[in-house]
């Protein structure tokens, strides 16, 4: 440490201690707009920027005593001076980042659902358990202030044009790495056969089947959405149907409605529904949403999980319903 700076630190360790973690040199912190990660300002001018040793300065009692700090403060002092770096960011240094410290069946088992065993771990191929690199491959820059927003909550990839533009849905942030043209470095996806999903997604969400931007006419033979905010017209969202966190299901279709289908009605979706999908037949998946208006092909039929409302309930649908399909294909 240059000699400037030691003596700067001495003062403001002398400072902490005398203000029990209120700096001497305390400016406004109000951390508003997601700023949370660290600059090369942090602790007046920069002093404290490249410091490994967040104890020497900041006193875990002390910190979080706002409105904002609040919903963290509690597990921070739980899980101690390992987490800062989580939220706060590196400081400037090369400290680890870890998110599984937090984010984990004991101490935030609904933030996110992880139980099951298949996530988005970047490999189709693999069902290892995300690590803390995964996480912030999705998430570098949470805010943690339990509302979750695209744009603030999302890694940002830039966009077809090089530049970063802002995601107006979270579909956007799929799209900057599921198409054929501009993948992102170190995520580079091969097509495993012609129109793959994986690379065809930025095509296939201009057709409708398995949703898109087009809009549903609602007016097709087994038309009728079950009671809830999705109504035709509505973006599905990818992470509507797809779980990125655990499943237990093949390509990621969530297995239990609260992992999913964010715009159901909270009752049912809590509740939750379950959802087995094999051998191509995805009727529990779709009958979470889709409920027919009137009785046609034994719509009435229970697809298994509780809940009717789509036809062909037995055997499978892929022969008329994948990505990137026309919807009258198949008739
Ligand atoms: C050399 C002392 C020192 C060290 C080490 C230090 N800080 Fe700070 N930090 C400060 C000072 C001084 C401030 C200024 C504001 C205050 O506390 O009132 C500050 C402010 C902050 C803020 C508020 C935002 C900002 O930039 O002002 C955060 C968050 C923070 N520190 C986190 C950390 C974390 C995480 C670590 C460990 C990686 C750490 N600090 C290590 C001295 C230090
Ligand atoms: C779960 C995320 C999270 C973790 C982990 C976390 N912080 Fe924070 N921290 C925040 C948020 C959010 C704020 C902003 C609160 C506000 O605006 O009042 C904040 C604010 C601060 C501030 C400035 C305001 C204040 O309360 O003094 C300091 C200093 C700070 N954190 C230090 C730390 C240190 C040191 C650790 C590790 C012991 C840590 N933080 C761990 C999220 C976190
Ligand atoms: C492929 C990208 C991706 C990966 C990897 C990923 N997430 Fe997410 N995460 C998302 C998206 C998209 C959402 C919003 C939709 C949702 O809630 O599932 C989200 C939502 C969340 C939420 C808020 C919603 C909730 O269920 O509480 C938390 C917390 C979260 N992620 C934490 C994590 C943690 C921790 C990891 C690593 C263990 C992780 N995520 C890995 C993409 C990802
Ligand atoms: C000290 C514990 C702690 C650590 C470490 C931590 N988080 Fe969080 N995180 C929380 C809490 C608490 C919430 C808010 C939950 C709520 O109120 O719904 C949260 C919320 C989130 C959310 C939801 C969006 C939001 O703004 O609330 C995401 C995404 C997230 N964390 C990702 C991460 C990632 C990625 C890491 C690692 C880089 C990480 N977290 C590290 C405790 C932590
Ligand atoms: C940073 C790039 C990136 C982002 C962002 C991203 N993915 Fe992926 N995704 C990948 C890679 C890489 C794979 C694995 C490809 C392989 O193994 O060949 C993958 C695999 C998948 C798979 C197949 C998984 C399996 O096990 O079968 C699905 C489904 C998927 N992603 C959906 C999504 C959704 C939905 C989002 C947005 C919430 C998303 N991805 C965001 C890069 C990304
Ligand atoms: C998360 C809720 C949800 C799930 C799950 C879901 N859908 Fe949909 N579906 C909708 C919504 C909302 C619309 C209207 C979208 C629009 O207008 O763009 C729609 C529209 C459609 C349409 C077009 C109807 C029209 O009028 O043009 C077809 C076909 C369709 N869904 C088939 C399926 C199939 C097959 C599945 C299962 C693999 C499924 N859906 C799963 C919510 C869902
Ligand atoms: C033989 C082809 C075929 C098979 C197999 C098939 N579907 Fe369909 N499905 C269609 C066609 C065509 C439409 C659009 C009907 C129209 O245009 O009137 C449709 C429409 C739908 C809709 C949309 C209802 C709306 O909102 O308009 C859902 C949901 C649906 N199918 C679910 C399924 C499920 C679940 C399976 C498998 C268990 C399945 N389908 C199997 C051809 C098929
Ligand atoms: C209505 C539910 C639904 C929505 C919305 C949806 N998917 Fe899918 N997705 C499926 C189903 C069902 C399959 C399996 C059948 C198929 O290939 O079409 C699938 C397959 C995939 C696969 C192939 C996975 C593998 O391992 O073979 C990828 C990748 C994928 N989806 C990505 C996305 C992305 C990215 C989005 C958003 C742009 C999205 N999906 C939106 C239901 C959905």
Redesign the pocket.
């Known amino acids: 440490m240059p000699k400037k700076s030691r003596l700067y ?1 001495l003062i ?1 360790l002398l400072g902490c201690l005398l203000l029990g973690g ?2 001497a ?3 406004d ?1 109000v ?1 508003a707009n997601n700023q ?1 990660l ?2 090369p ?4 001018d920069g ?2 920027w490249g ?4 104890i ?3 006193v875990k009692r002390n910190i979080h005593n706002t409105e904002a700090g609040k919903p963290i403060r509690d597990i921070v002092l739980e899980t101690g001076y390992d987490s ?2 989580g939220c ?1 960011g590196q ?1 400037g240094t090369s400290a680890k980042r870890e998110c599984v410290i937090c984010h984990n069946a004991d101490l935030l088992p609904k933030n996110p659902i992880m139980q099951n065993k298949k996530n988005h771990n970047f490999s189709v191929n693999k069902d290892n358990a995300l690590t803390d690199q995964n996480c912030l491959d999705c998430h570098d820059r949470s805010d943690m202030d339990g509302d979750f927003e695209a744009h603030v909550d999302l890694t940002h990839y830039p966009a077809q044009s090089g530049i970063d533009m802002p995601y107006r849905n979270q579909t956007e942030f799929c799209l900057r790495c599921h198409n054929q043209d501009q993948q992102q470095p170190g995520f580079e996806m091969q097509p495993r056969f012609l129109r793959d999903p994986l690379v065809m997604m930025a095509k296939n969400y201009r057709y409708i089947d398995k949703h898109g931007y087009p809009k549903g006419s609602g007016q097709r033979t087994y038309a009728g959405l079950r009671d809830s905010d999705y109504q035709y017209g509505t973006l599905v969202e990818c992470t509507d149907c797809h779980a990125m966190h655990g499943t237990h299901n093949a390509k990621l279709i969530m297995d239990r409605s609260d992992t999913g289908a964010f715009l159901l009605n909270p009752e049912l979706r809590e509740q939750p529904v379950f959802i087995d999908v094999e051998k191509g037949n995805y009727a529990q998946h779709c009958v979470v949403c889709h409920e027919s208006e009137v009785p046609v092909e034994k719509t009435d039929e229970d697809t298994g999980n509780g809940l009717s409302g789509v036809h062909q309930v037995s055997g499978s649908c892929l022969d008329c319903h994948v990505h990137g399909m026309a919807v009258q294909t198949g008739l």
């Open positions: 630190f403001t209120q700096s040199f305390a400016r912190v951390l949370i660290l600059t300002n942090h602790g007046d002093s404290a410091q490994t040793e967040c020497s300065c900041h800062c770096t706060h400081n």
